[in-house]
């Protein structure tokens, strides 16, 4: 007679079971996160001189044979660790050296008349187009905030880093080059932030880093470059 | 009333004990790490990343595709050689076949995210970012070949996978 009543499971272990389901989420998603070097590749060109040319004292060049040897500009053996303070010196070319990167000072004018360009642009764009436009009125923008922190800091320069390494050059040898470069710029930013901002790059806000990287723009080409 | 209960508890069978249940999840678990693992690792080559400091993460709402250059392993040596070579998926290919690969990605980016939200597929796979493993030692030839490539096929982002060093 009477209905049998199913044995109740412990639903106790159910925690247990989601807890261990958590785990192994946290687990597959902490794999998927790379670290890498970021880099957008120069479009194809059916000629084999690609870039514009650029003025012999704007170029940096930095070649790399299968040995690990570095010849930058015209100096040899060099170490890796001593790229980062010859960049910067060739970038910032305080001295206004005339064998180094040509550099000028911004001026708010040159920024604003941009801006308002973009503006005008805006305004007539169509559809498909706002939104990119949108984000470079916002740059423009944030480029005159730039000038009104950093001051006389904020220059223009011309220099083009160019990278040629050996086609037999170790790819450890080559992302240690690109670490190198990346560093100086990385260096120059932080020193600029420690002296207008008085703080280290850790505790900058993602605008103030933005900011920064348009003040040292980073310029690099690994196709060889042609001389004006 | 008294009667009831107590047929009920009659028929009560024996219980389940549910103490092996985390047991059992747990042997789950295990078999889900060990395969996930060995998944990532199922390369025909072997690869040792470089390290560098000045790296970025990688958003992981972007699609991807992996390549992989480095040497084939011991056991493969004696079929595909002891120098650097391209893996695409699972197989070991040349640096012509890296076109194809980035097309049928792209295309199959483009599937599953139109299929989640239409209209977006096209977008979603222009933003495919090419992930480059390279083994260590590897020369730049190789991966010269394979920018090449992607030059030609349009795919122009691409990540250096390394090492975090500090």
């Given at each position: 007679m009477g209905r049998r009543l199913a044995p109740e499971i412990n639903a106790g272990s159910m925690a247990d079971i989601a807890f261990l389901l958590l785990v192994f989420f946290i687990v597959t998603a902490e794999m998927s996160k790379e670290e890498g070097i970021f880099q957008i590749l120069p479009e194809k060109n059916e000629n084999s001189t690609i870039t514009e040319p650029v003025k012999e004292r704007n170029a940096i060049r930095i070649f790399m044979n299968e040995n690990n040897d570095i010849l930058f500009e015209d100096q040899v053996g060099l170490k890796m660790s001593e790229i980062p303070k010859l960049l910067k010196e060739q970038i910032l070319n305080t001295d206004g050296n005339p064998n180094m990167p040509e550099n000028r000072l911004v001026t708010k004018g040159e920024l604003q008349s941009i801006i308002?360009?973009?503006?005008?642009?805006?305004?007539?764009?169509?559809?498909?187009?706002?939104?990119?436009?949108?984000?470079?009125?916002?740059?423009?923008?944030?480029?005159?905030?730039?000038?009104?922190?950093?001051?006389?800091?904020?220059?223009?320069?011309?220099?083009?880093?160019?990278?040629?390494?050996?086609?037999?050059?170790?790819?450890?040898?080559?992302?240690?080059?690109k670490d190198m470069i990346a560093k100086s710029y990385r260096e120059l930013r932080s020193e600029l932030a420690k002296k207008r901002l008085g703080r280290t790059w850790k505790d900058l806000t993602l605008e103030e880093k933005k900011m920064l990287e348009m003040v040292y723009k980073k310029n690099v080409s690994e196709s060889p470059i042609e001389k004006k | 009333?008294?009667?009831?209960?107590?047929?009920?508890?009659?028929?009560?069978?024996?219980?389940?004990?549910?103490?092996?249940?985390?047991?059992?999840?747990?042997?789950?678990?295990?078999?889900?790490?060990?395969?996930?693992?060995?998944?990532?690792?199922?390369?025909?080559?072997?690869?040792?990343?470089?390290?560098?400091?000045?790296?970025?993460?990688?958003?992981?709402?972007?699609?991807?595709?992996?390549?992989?250059?480095?040497?084939?392993?011991?056991?493969?040596?004696?079929?595909?050689?002891?120098?650097?070579?391209?893996?695409?998926?699972?197989?070991?290919?040349?640096?012509?076949?890296?076109?194809?690969f980035i097309e049928n990605k792209r295309a199959s980016i483009e599937k599953s995210f139109e299929m989640a939200q239409p209209g977006v597929g096209k977008a979603k796979a222009s933003k495919m970012i090419v992930c480059l493993k390279v083994d260590q030692n590897a020369q730049l030839g190789t991966l010269d070949e394979v920018r090449e490539e992607l030059k030609t096929a349009k795919a122009l982002k691409i990540n250096y996978v390394v090492n975090k060093a500090n």
């Amino acid at each position: 007679m009477g209905r049998r009543l199913a044995p109740e499971i412990n639903a106790g272990s159910m925690a247990d079971i989601a807890f261990l389901l958590l785990v192994f989420f946290i687990v597959t998603a902490e794999m998927s996160k790379e670290e890498g070097i970021f880099q957008i590749l120069p479009e194809k060109n059916e000629n084999s001189t690609i870039t514009e040319p650029v003025k012999e004292r704007n170029a940096i060049r930095i070649f790399m044979n299968e040995n690990n040897d570095i010849l930058f500009e015209d100096q040899v053996g060099l170490k890796m660790s001593e790229i980062p303070k010859l960049l910067k010196e060739q970038i910032l070319n305080t001295d206004g050296n005339p064998n180094m990167p040509e550099n000028r000072l911004v001026t708010k004018g040159e920024l604003q008349s941009i801006i308002d360009k973009n503006k005008a642009r805006l305004e007539k764009a169509s559809e498909g187009k706002v939104k990119s436009i949108a984000k470079q009125l916002k740059k423009s923008q944030l480029r005159l905030k730039a000038l009104d922190i950093f001051g006389n800091d904020f220059k223009k320069s011309n220099h083009v880093i160019s990278v040629t390494p050996d086609k037999g050059v170790r790819y450890s040898s080559y992302i240690k080059l690109k670490d190198m470069i990346a560093k100086s710029y990385r260096e120059l930013r932080s020193e600029l932030a420690k002296k207008r901002l008085g703080r280290t790059w850790k505790d900058l806000t993602l605008e103030e880093k933005k900011m920064l990287e348009m003040v040292y723009k980073k310029n690099v080409s690994e196709s060889p470059i042609e001389k004006k | 009333m008294s009667k009831f209960n107590k047929k009920k508890k009659k028929s009560d069978g024996p219980g389940i004990t549910t103490a092996s249940l985390p047991d059992i999840v747990f042997m789950l678990l295990f078999f889900f790490m060990v395969t996930t693992k060995t998944r990532t690792n199922d390369l025909s080559i072997s690869i040792s990343l470089p390290s560098a400091t000045e790296t970025g993460i990688l958003d992981d709402k972007t699609p991807t595709a992996y390549i992989n250059i480095g040497v084939p392993v011991k056991a493969l040596q004696e079929l595909y050689g002891d120098n650097p070579r391209i893996q695409l998926n699972d197989a070991i290919l040349n640096a012509s076949d890296v076109v194809g690969f980035i097309e049928n990605k792209r295309a199959s980016i483009e599937k599953s995210f139109e299929m989640a939200q239409p209209g977006v597929g096209k977008a979603k796979a222009s933003k495919m970012i090419v992930c480059l493993k390279v083994d260590q030692n590897a020369q730049l030839g190789t991966l010269d070949e394979v920018r090449e490539e992607l030059k030609t096929a349009k795919a122009l982002k691409i990540n250096y996978v390394v090492n975090k060093a500090n």
